[in-house]
């Protein structure tokens, strides 16, 4: 499905009824990396995947952006579809725009699944690394990116064991136009410091975190459920950034867990 939100086309699967749960993906993915947790979910809940600006089947404008607007863009999107309030879970970058989001619309937020993600802002040197691979997707294209991104997305094992995986995320990455990869490295780089915020967010707070993540290590997951009230922290065992692809049926039973509590408060 496809709606006109800021100006710009964005793709977006809309599948089964019942409390609201929105699924934002990581860089440089599209939608199709939560079809497990889709097909799990969509009996019981009501699933919204999104191909964020830049991604999958959504437009890919050559500008500048930035995650506030990526949040934005999320937010016309749930209007268009007359969702006030949902349960949200963001991935890596899509935990980034989920700290952009609750920072302007708190109260359209039921409850936050953070995973794999981290509300520090980069580095330089993580600043640096981003600019570098812009340039190498300006110039060698999204194959390059694949090639850099797998050994960071990916568990050694799942890489040596597992082709369909791999080969899942290589056409994710692939699938997204230059401009869409480029301007979200420079838009990631200019995300501000979210651990102001952390102890700040009110609603319930599920963390999700790869045991062998090491671009948003377990560390990271800590500084968050240290500082968010009341949080939630789960580590998935064996599971590097990627932990909803590696282990689904873990990552996707802590998600239907977590959303099932909101559901019963909801009705009840």
């Not at 200019?190 to 045991?211: F, H, M, N, Y």
């Amino acid at each position: 499905m496809k709606a006109q939100v800021n100006g710009i086309t964005l793709a977006y699967g809309d599948k089964g009824t019942g409390l609201p749960v929105v699924f934002l993906h990581a860089f440089p993915l599209n939608r199709t990396m939560w079809t497990a947790q889709e097909e799990a979910l969509s009996s019981q809940f009501r699933i919204i995947t999104i191909d964020l600006r830049g991604h999958g089947g959504s437009d890919a404008p050559l500008r500048h952006h930035t995650l506030d607007q990526a949040a934005e863009d999320v937010r016309i999107l749930l209007e268009h579809l007359s969702i006030q309030q949902a349960v949200f879970v963001g991935l890596s970058m899509g935990g980034y725009i989920l700290f952009a989001f609750y920072r302007k619309y708190a109260d359209r937020v039921k409850g936050l699944v953070l995973a794999d993600t981290r509300a520090q802002a980069d580095t330089a040197e993580g600043k640096e690394e981003r600019f570098r691979m812009a340039q190498t997707a300006y110039k060698k294209g999204p194959a390059a990116i694949a090639d850099i991104m797998i050994p960071k997305l990916l568990s050694p094992a799942t890489i040596q064991a597992r082709p369909e995986i791999v080969q899942n995320v290589r056409a994710m990455i692939e699938g997204n136009q230059i401009s869409g990869i480029t301007g979200d490295l420079m838009a990631m780089v200019e995300r501000p410091d979210s651990i102001p915020l952390l102890s700040k967010i009110a609603c319930p707070t599920q963390i999700i975190v790869g045991e062998l993540d090491q671009a948003t290590p377990p560390s990271d997951a800590k500084i968050m459920a240290d500082q968010i009230p009341g949080s939630r922290l789960a580590v998935i065992p064996g599971t590097s950034h990627l932990s909803n692809l590696e282990q689904p049926d873990m990552f996707t039973q802590i998600v239907r867990s977590f959303a099932s509590d909101l559901a019963k408060e909801r009705n009840g």
